[in-house]
Each structure stands twice: as C-alpha cells, then as structure tokens.
C-alpha cells in the first residue's frame, strides 16, 4: 500500500511539473508580461547563431572593397561625386555612407581585418533585432511573432557574410520608427535623416511619415521636420556640395537610375526588354503613387474622420494637430512599415541585399491583415524562399511579387491603421 501511494504522489507530482511547464511556455508565448523575458531569449539565442554563422560560413566579398576604396578616394581629397568609383562602379550612395566606411575603415585595418568588421557588423544585427523586438512590443505583437525574427538566413548573409551599407541604412530607420512611436518627434527625425543620408531606400517612408506628422502636429511643424531633414542632408554633405552640387544629386539620390536585369530579384518573370524599357518606369512609378494615395485617401486617416477632414483641419488650424484620434505606436507602426511594403512592391528592382529593407517587418505587417494564421505564415515562408533562391527565376520572382502583393491587399482589408 506505501508503495501505491508514493507511485500515485510521483506521478502527480509529474502531471503537476508537466502543467506547470506547459502553463509557463504558453504564457511565454501569449502573456504580454513575459514579451521581454522571451525577447532576451531570442536576442540570446540568436547572437549565439550569428557567432557561428560567422565563425563556419566563409565570408563573401561583394562590395565592402569598393567602399573601402571610395573612401580612399575621398581621403586623397577628391569630392566630385562623379571621380568617386570602385570596383563595382561609382559612389551612388549619399555623403552618410562615406562618413560611416570613412570610420569603418579607421578601425578595421584599413578595411583589411574582414574577422574585426564582421564581429561589427554582427553587433549592429544583434541591434537591429533589439529594436525589432521594440518596435513590435509597441505595436502590440503577440510575444510568439519574435520567435520568426531570427529565422531569415539571407538576413543573416547580409549582415555578416556580405557586410551591405543597407545594414546601417536599416538601423538607422528602425531606431526612427521607435522614436516615433514614443512621440520623439525631433530625435526620429535625427535618426531617418541619418538613415537616408546612408541609402537613399529610406525615403520608401516619407509619405507615411508626413501623414504620421500632419496628424499629430499640423502644417507648420511638419514643415519645419522637412526643413530639419533637409539641413540635416546638406550638412552631412557640404564638402560635396561644395565641390559639385549636380554630381552629388545626380549620384546620390538618382531616382531613374535603371538597374542590370541580371541582379533583379523581383521582375525575373517579364523579358529584359520590358525590364529595361522607360514604359515600365512610368507604370512601377504610377502603381507606387497610386497605391500611396489611395491608402492615404481611403485606409490612413478614418479613425480621424477622413483625409480631407484632416487636410481642412490642418490648413485652417496649421500651428494644431490636424488629427483627432491619438496617433498610437501600433499606429505609427503599421504607416511607416505599410508605406515602405508600398514602395518595395513597386520598386523598378530588388537586389538581394535589399531584403533587410523590410525582412524583419514582414511577421508585423502579416498580422496586419485578416488572414488566418497559417496563410500569414504561408506567405512568410514564400517570401523568404524567393529571397535565397540564387539566381533568381521567373518562378522565385514570381512568387515575391505576390507574397508582397497579397500582404498589402491584406493590409487594405485588415487593419491599415493598426490592431
């Protein structure tokens, strides 16, 4: 009998520890209380990744020597963007770009300690994930969608194998949106202004970003966030300017330059002649301005009484705010990323390292919409697929024009302003 009774308390004892395990798993991954405990989880785990990723994955050079070069360039004192090339081609990049490889190149041997710059480059990852995991806790994400942050192994290239400027782009834009939604109006436009003085993909945020500010501090103070932006553009960089104002505009922020079919990620499935052709310009521009206005007309302002409510507020009151509805970090959010998926789409070519551009929105803006969970995930899945397909083919490019496709469709019949 004593020992019936001490089986039975053992196995108690085990269905109680089992439950216990369970309960605390699932309010790991349901219970906004335990969002940051699995945050540092996932930070943890995947700096341990990024440490072996680095350390058993050979290292690719792509462009990091052209930076390093350009760079030379600029230190033999040459500041016509036009005289500044590499390798791969000439400095398309705004003057942030060549201040930050400028610093790189300090601290790395002359761009020589590849081990060093990686060690770095894994750093600003571990930060780009950290300010995900922010972001997401502002917008009211479920603690699970962190656990398909570090899952992008073509992320994880970018960063660490490939060592893009895009990584620092990225960074820079994330840090923004954060500020953003804790109302740090001013240091989120340091922070984008800095993002866009680095790649000019930045400005994919613009549109959301001024409807964001209309709304929440009226006509004058958005003016004078664009005057800031654009002080801020030129002191970053005035010793181009003023050598040749043109080359630097021109190279800098070259709105028609027309990319190699070879390299494009998302056009495989239509002919190089089409690719290629000023007609196909014309209609991604028109596709991508029509999808801006209409959110802007029809999904952006309706918790505010509508666009035209918000116009005529802020036009007769311009020192005011022109919103009516408090404009939430849910709700900046879903804007700025929704904005930027819009560009994407539509953008006359996507390179392989122009993933980071949205890689870690994706599970934020998929939530976005009202599909089921599984298709959400469907969608991920694809998206990330076509991404590490190399080279690119019609089926891969495909399948990433309607994955990005299906999520802003979602996203109009969703939740376009946020959860």
């Given at each position: 009998?004593?020992?019936?009774?001490?089986?039975?308390?053992?196995?108690?004892?085990?269905?109680?520890?089992?439950?216990?395990?369970?309960?605390?798993?699932?309010?790991?991954?349901?219970?906004?209380?335990?969002?940051?405990?699995?945050?540092?989880?996932?930070?943890?785990?995947?700096?341990?990744?990024?440490q072996l990723i680095i350390r058993f994955v050979p290292y690719t050079e792509i462009d990091w020597e052209t930076y390093m070069i350009q760079v030379d360039v600029y230190l033999?004192?040459?500041?016509?963007?036009?005289?500044?090339?590499?390798?791969?081609?000439?400095?398309?990049?705004?003057?942030?770009?060549?201040?930050?490889?400028?610093?790189?190149?300090?601290?790395?041997?002359?761009?020589?300690?590849?081990?060093?710059?990686?060690?770095?480059?894994?750093?600003?990852?571990?930060?780009?994930?950290?300010?995900?995991?922010?972001i997401y806790w502002g917008a009211n994400a479920p603690n699970w969608t962190l656990l398909l942050l570090p899952l992008s192994k073509r992320l994880h290239s970018i960063f660490?194998?490939?060592?893009?400027?895009?990584?620092?782009?990225?960074?820079?834009?994330?840090?923004?949106?954060?500020?953003?939604?804790?109302?740090?109006?001013?240091?989120?436009?340091?922070?984008?202004?800095?993002?866009?003085?680095?790649?000019?993909?930045?400005?994919?945020?613009?549109?959301?970003?001024?409807?964001?500010?209309?709304?929440?501090?009226?006509?004058?103070?958005?003016?004078?966030?664009?005057?800031?932006?654009?002080?801020?553009?030129?002191?970053?960089?005035?010793?181009?300017?003023?050598?040749?104002?043109?080359?630097?505009?021109?190279?800098?922020?070259?709105?028609?330059?027309?990319?190699?079919?070879?390299?494009?990620?998302?056009?495989?499935?239509?002919?190089?002649?089409?690719?290629?052709?000023?007609?196909?310009?014309?209609?991604?521009?028109?596709?991508?301005?029509?999808?801006?206005?209409?959110?802007?007309?029809?999904k952006w302002c309706n918790g505010d009484g509508g666009v035209f409510n918000v116009l005529s507020r802020g036009l007769r009151r311009p020192a005011l705010p022109a919103g009516?509805?408090?404009?939430?970090?849910?709700?900046?959010?879903?804007?700025?990323?929704?904005?930027?998926?819009?560009?994407?789409?539509?953008?006359?070519?996507?390179?392989?390292?122009?993933?980071?551009?949205?890689?870690?929105?994706?599970?934020?803006?998929?939530?976005?919409?009202?599909?089921?969970?599984?298709?959400?995930?469907?969608?991920?899945?694809?998206?990330?697929?076509?991404?590490?397909?190399?080279?690119?083919?019609?089926?891969?490019?495909?399948?990433?024009?309607?994955?990005?496709?299906?999520?802003?469709?979602?996203?109009?019949?969703?939740?376009?302003?946020?959860?």
């Open positions: 009998m004593a020992v019936q009774t001490s089986t039975t308390t053992s196995k108690s004892k085990s269905k109680s520890l089992l439950y216990s395990l369970f309960t605390f798993c699932r309010s790991l991954l349901l219970n906004p209380k335990y969002f940051w405990l699995l945050a540092c989880a996932v930070i943890v785990g995947d700096a341990a990744l990024t033999n004192g040459e500041r016509d963007y036009l005289k500044i090339s590499g390798p791969t081609g000439p400095l398309v990049y705004p003057a942030g770009h060549v201040h930050i490889h400028h610093f790189l190149r300090c601290i790395t041997d002359v761009g020589r300690n590849i081990y060093r710059t990686q060690q770095i480059y894994g750093g600003l990852y571990l930060l780009s994930l950290i300010l995900s995991c922010a660490v194998l490939r060592l893009f400027n895009d990584c620092w782009s990225v960074v820079f834009t994330q840090a923004a949106i954060l500020a953003f939604q804790h109302s740090w109006d001013d240091l989120g436009m340091l922070f984008f202004s800095t993002g866009l003085s680095v790649k000019m993909s930045a400005l994919l945020y613009l549109p959301g970003l001024l409807v964001i500010l209309f709304k929440r501090h009226g006509f004058l103070a958005t003016l004078r966030h664009l005057l800031v932006l654009a002080c801020t553009q030129m002191l970053a960089a005035r010793s181009f300017l003023g050598s040749n104002v043109w080359s630097y505009l021109h190279n800098a922020f070259d709105l028609s330059r027309v990319f190699l079919y070879e390299w494009t990620v998302n056009w495989r499935f239509i002919g190089e002649d089409t690719f290629l052709s000023p007609g196909w310009a014309r209609g991604l521009l028109l596709g991508h301005l029509s999808g801006l206005v209409l959110f802007a007309l029809f009516l509805a408090p404009v939430s970090p849910d709700h900046v959010a879903t804007i700025l990323m929704t904005s930027n998926l819009i560009g994407i789409l539509f953008a006359r070519s996507l390179h392989y390292q122009f993933y980071s551009w949205y890689a870690q929105q994706i599970p934020l803006l998929a939530q976005r919409t009202k599909y089921p969970i599984p298709f959400q995930l469907l969608i991920m899945i694809t998206i990330e697929y076509a991404w590490n397909v190399f080279p690119s083919t019609p089926m891969s490019s495909s399948l990433l024009a309607a994955a990005n496709a299906l999520i802003v469709i979602g996203i109009w019949s969703g939740y376009p302003e946020g959860k």
